[in-house]
């Protein structure tokens, strides 16, 4: 059921037992940086928007302080808060910034970005991105970049744990002590070595949930929707229902999209084994909750984690109650039942690594219009101006998918030597980078105006 998104440059890795720290595409742009300082090659020169100077991001929903600091370091003015915020609290404040910084939580809907007048960036702070409309904001010109990898050992460890705890019942019997009942018994309570762990979702934490329970004694099986290479032994499974029926243990590491909501629901309840268990670290709406309590109250089931939920309270110290999901008190009523506070990812090592991912993409488009790692956005790139090129001007160019407009956009360019270009689109939107020579900062204004009247043009920046 994964997504993985196909970054041009970057190389799968096969060991998926390896933590966060394993290189991703950010760091290889830093070493590259560091490596061309250290052959006294000839320098990036930093750029700067044309218009714009004094650029403002909003950030939410207590991100790393290490991205915040990031982003000061470049001169940005950042306002940064612990919450999130509501639909209505963002259209009072959006209008102000050029870009926004959000987890899980923050939804960022059409309304929302009409509203956002100067927005040019947003970063999710997370794996998901299905708290932003994409289609919208590719439609509006504004790319959106996350983390695809960072936290994946973090969840993954946090499966390793709850297989053990619920074969246990490690939470019952803390709980039972902690209220002065000593009940050590051994009924119903199993080893994880030996198991059958069913996998839906062999992406980044789902592979990397596969090496770890090898490591257990656990037998792993997966699904997903296309054909992959299994790590160690493993097996792939031709069907989500052939899974369900043969795991004692089911995970699911699957996006929200419209064909993953409800998809363990009453029908797919019924073919787990009896006895089995259920976790989902994935997303709220993938598992129908009321199905789930009533698998779990006939005994069906023997236990389950949930660490999300269809709807989560904003922010810390709210109640989880029937408010928020009408089933709430009933599902926190249930014996072992492990319930989380959508904490997969929420581990120091995986936020710092979530932190410093984003907020390097997030520069490097506002700095050099880079959008190599968009989720939403052709991936275009080009390499630095340098300090040489002291008359050069990068053209950024945000457009409507239609036939002629790079013809008449090279009209305008004309009178100038394009040093290099780069053109790329995806669905209704196309980028164009472009540097240009011997541009004078009259010819920048008359330039922007002859691009922005295009009839394609949905955004035009110029960096220099």
Known sequence: MSSPIQIPGTIRTVAASVSPTTTNIHDRFASLHRRQESLNVRQPRVLHPVENEGLRLLILENISMEAVNAFKAQGLHVDHYTKAMSEDELLQKIGSYHGIGIRSKTKITEKVLKAATKLLVIGCFCIGTNQVDLKAAASAGIPVFNSPFSNSRSVAELVMS????????????????????WNKQSKGCWEVRGKTLGIVGYGHIGSQLSVLAE???????????????????????????ALLSEADFVTLHVPELPETINMISRDQLTLMKKGAYLINNARGKVVDIPALIESLKSGHLAGAALDVFPSEPGSNGSPFDDQVNSWASTLRSLHNVILTPHIGGSTEEAQRMI???????????????????????????????????????????????????????????????VEKQYSDSKGEVAYLMADIANVSPMDITSLQESIRRTDANILTRFLA
């Open 355 to 417: 932190g410093q991912e984003v907020s390097q993409a997030v520069l490097r488009y506002i700095g050099l219009g880079s959008t190599i790692g968009a989720v939403n956005f052709p991936e275009v790139d080009l390499r630095a101006i340098t300090a040489e090129e002291g008359d050069h001007v990068r053209v950024c160019y945000v457009h409507k998918n239609q036939p002629g407009v790079l013809k008449l956009v090279n009209e305008t360019f004309a009178p100038y030597n």
């Open 215 to 241: 490591a257990f004694g656990i037998r792993v099986i997966f699904f997903d929707v296309i054909n992959l290479m299994p790590l160690g032994s493993a097996r792939q499974v031709e069907s989500l229902d």
């Open 162 to 181: 709850e297989l053990v705890v619920l074969s246990r019942q490690l939470f019952e019997r803390s709980y039972e002590l902690r209220q002065g009942l």
